[in-house]
């Protein structure tokens, strides 16, 4: 049995906690104090931390500015004064960390582990992300998936998941790639596999757009050929990969959609996020202890 | 080329007013006036389908009280008043028609057509249907499809493309058949088949709830089994195959989606209607002509 | 418990006999005297038929000139010898058994079920006859069935099931139909769907030909379009569906594959038929008592 | 266009020799005399090295004595001798090369690219692979695919084409995996992911067991927990990842289903062959020329 301290975060955390209970361990919670359930057990987060072996930050784990994300608390943790009251031995798990968090986690005898390096979790939570594209797709449609022609640009991990789906639904697909491996196995399913480069003509009616790339790949000259019905989903961070202003200038519907594994499915994620620190754990218990 | 008449119906009618235009047909209107863009176009309804060799009525085609369904428009069309407005030999084609009507247009030397007995009319709806409950499900449940256990009451056609994209999706599907040949049918893509009668023992331990059984298949007892977090999904006409009473007391969600081709994929709907209005006309020419 | 005679057949009927035993029944057996391990207990088909309650004879139960059907015997049984030696009251199940059959068991007082007019029976069965045509399609392609351009005619419960896996399987997949409901279901889950008359037009490119319909189709103006390098593979009893003489001169790879389900997979086949036997007993049981 | 020289191999590079020639490349052959087809415009093999670009070798390319495998001819080339007879600034393509023969090359200014190495070529292999596979399980089952509970030992690029197509074919599919997002990957279509040291267990029950995985798996600790009826197909090459002996001494149905693409679909296989080789010219014309 372990003990954890969550500190910050959303739904997806709080799902977490009961799960983490469920199996026997006990878990300190902090930065929660907006959340009616967690409100009365919400710990300051020095004794929640010191008090734990292991500490869940939120994922991505800090803002820009260099504080916990806390969607259910106005408390600002700053990153330093996290790692100030870690017990040295014990173990850091959130996203994007950063290297100078590690290093300094490091120096101070812990562990830090960023879960959005692990492709186990990326694969996981590609489903959910997959899935909630295509019940976006179903809303702004009104024409089936099946039959539809829809185009993926990326044949990453979620470009995969979400092209085999939407194959599996009876839609057309077809995916634009960089890698050639990623061609390959997006035709063994039975889509269509171009390379980037190729966009300008594949936009050429596609009832439905979806990118994975986190980079511009639709420039104002490629959404020139996209049709005025065709609404354009894009799953990558922000910035994402349209011209946002061509995109508005050409009156397309633009989607950011973002974060869909915690919103969309929170008690699937919050199951992939124990599940692979449960792996974490495991792993690192030698090197840490 | 054909002269149509369209009374009455929702969006869907519209769209197919605009693909039957688009294939050269003449299109009467009538009873949209409350619809912007075909307002300035209404006639007269006696007019309309005076001048048209086929008549083309919602789905279904009239309220209990006799009157055609006309949701945009606040006119009260009798069928006794439609019949006479027919031309003699003209064609009229609507959902659940009735036999009095059929037969009172046979005498005038009409044919009149029930698109809903149709078989291909209603496999291609089923399309949209089983996707938008798909959706629903999407929406109401905070876990994937995939890897959820899913309960499908009725292996008739929305029952089969609702549990086939199901197991696509990669849930784990359960479908309850009334006919051995559903069963096999269901169980010959990966799903199981079972017996309606095990009903009270399949609710237990699902994730989420169809019903496309238009009775009343999950009585009290049965639904005293469902779990608190198991949203239920009627498919089926009111009053559905959920007795409603019994779920609210239980603190069920229980939803009822209805007319779900037309509200979640308008155009794939108008697309079926055109295709097997077109069946129609070509099987009926000789008969009535 | 029920006392069963198995009287002729093949592999499956054996495999069959040991599924009933399992359950606990008894079970005669005639007309197998060629097997070695049911050699010694062969009965006289007089004496096994009755002491019987339900006799099962082969799928299809007769030969062309009358006599039951029996691959692992010498003996000839006319279906008039065995009409005599029922029980009244007992239950006839067997393949193809001819109104004629079926009236004078009637006459006998006793019930005869035709299974090859069971629909659960044919749908079943449908699946092993796909598996079994998929095989073929493998062993004669020098291609993947991934990526291939395969043409399926005709789209009923064979066709459907192989169909529904060659697209699963990533095939470009083509099904011609003569009825607009299966056209409507083949386009459901992502093959494309024409009706028969625009075969000459879709054979031209196709790298496998499948043919389910139990008449001519491919006559050799249709077959002179086809690549010289694209098997045919028929599953419709013979004569089949394509022109023998013709392919033969246009030099094309034709096979005849017959009675999939028995030679493929015989314990499916078995199973399927014990599982169909339980159900004809069930209905029938008021009846003929 | 590119002049390429043909070494020895098998009937996959007969066949891309003809898809080069059909692009207007110039193809010199050596060592396939015994090709009733080549066999007059053999040339000797060092000319046919010397007068090309581009030198393609089989897969893989030398046998353990470091010989040229020349399936079609009685020559013994050696890799020594092939290097010698090279261009400098040539090209040379073929499967496990080694890294002796690798730096020699570039020390004659060559460019020597392992086809085996590259991701694009094992993913597009592994769908001829999985197929061949199908079709071998399909042979020894008495059972359908549909149905059937089916064990695959790995998770990697053919495991996971298998997993999937088994369950899209309407298997119960377990694999067995080492890395955690394998499992993720495999869980993500449907199939359950369990890790390799519960192989124990995991084999009761099973109808059918592959492997993928190129070391002993299922050692006799193993294999005696497989049903007599099971059989175990061996797709990692050889010694492969079953003890024979054990399985031998249990009456265990072993196949060593090998080199699959070449042998059940050397057309796909000659193309993605030559898409490979395409890709590998694009990448490597800068710095070899």
Redesign the interface.
């Known amino acids: 049995m372990v003990t954890f301290a969550v500190v910050g975060g959303d739904v997806r955390q709080l ?1 977490l906690v009961q799960l983490l209970r469920q199996e026997g361990h006990k878990v300190n919670i902090a930065a929660f104090e907006k959340d009616p359930d967690f409100n009365k057990e919400c710990m300051d987060f020095k004794n929640a931390v010191g008090l734990s072996d292991c500490v869940l930050l939120p994922i991505p784990a800090f803002t820009a500015e260099g504080y916990v994300v806390t969607q259910c608390s106005d408390e600002r943790i700053s990153s330093n004064a996290l790692l100030k009251s870690l017990n040295p031995g014990s173990l850091v798990i959130g996203g994007r960390l950063g290297e100078e968090f590690e290093s300094k986690a490091a120096e101070l005898g812990c562990c830090a582990s960023d879960i959005l390096n ?7 939570n ?3 992300t997959a ?2 594209a ?2 976006i797709a ?2 702004q ?7 539809s022609k829809c185009l993926v640009a990326g044949g990453g991990r979620i470009g995969k ?1 979400l092209a ?2 939407l ?5 057309d697909v077809t995916v634009t790639v960089r ?3 990623d ?3 997006c ?4 889509a269509k596999a171009e390379y980037t480069a190729r966009l300008e003509t594949l936009v050429q009616g596609s009832d439905i757009i979806f990118n994975t790339v986190p980079e511009l790949v639709f420039d104002e000259q490629i959404l020139a050929g996209v049709d005025k019905t065709c609404p354009c989903i894009d799953l990558a961070s922000m910035p994402g990969g349209f011209d946002d202003e061509a995109a508005e200038k050409l009156g397309l519907v633009l989607i950011h959609a973002l974060s869909l594994p915690g919103k ?5 994620s919050a ?1 992939n996020l124990k599940k ?1 620190i449960g ?1 974490i754990l495991a792993e690192t218990a030698a090197p840490c202890h």
């Open positions: 799902k692990r492709e186990d979790f990326s694969i996981a590609a489903v959910p899935e909630a295509i019940q179903m809303q449609l009104p024409i089936t998936i099946a039959g998941q085999m789906r194959h599996l639904l009876g839609a890698k050639a491996s061609a390959a196995f035709e063994s399913f039975g969309a499915a929170p008690v699937t199951l692979v792996r």
